[in-house]
């Protein structure tokens, strides 16, 4: 498998530090409403813990200029589901993907995306 599943929740690092290429994305939105977006990233390099080639990453107010193409360097922790965060309540979600485990960036590591 490309990225986590569910069933492999458990045994995943709480935070991870992502280097990569964003391929797929959805902006979300902040503003009158507030909903998260996701950036899929395919990852430069191995991290302990972590045996995927990609990870999808929930953004918080994430900046128009990010397109597929653009290098990622951020931190990122498990997202459990149990977030108070608008952009995490309510995200716009990759389709035809059932099942996904997602970690989620903060408004700060967001703001490295471009």
Known sequence: MDYPMVNQFSALPRQIHVVGTVRELS???CGIWCQGGFIKVDLSHDMAGFNYKSVYLI???????????????VTA???????????YR????????????????????TGKVH
């Open 59 to 73: 953004t918080a107010c994430l900046g128009i200029g990010t397109k597929p193409g653009n290098k990622v360097d």
């Open 27 to 29: 902006p979300g939105y």
């Open 90 to 109: 309510s995200f716009i979600r990759p389709k035809n993907k059932q099942n996904l485990v997602f970690y989620k960036l903060s408004e700060a590591e």
């Open 77 to 87: 922790s498990l997202y459990t589901g149990q977030e108070n965060e608008c952009y």
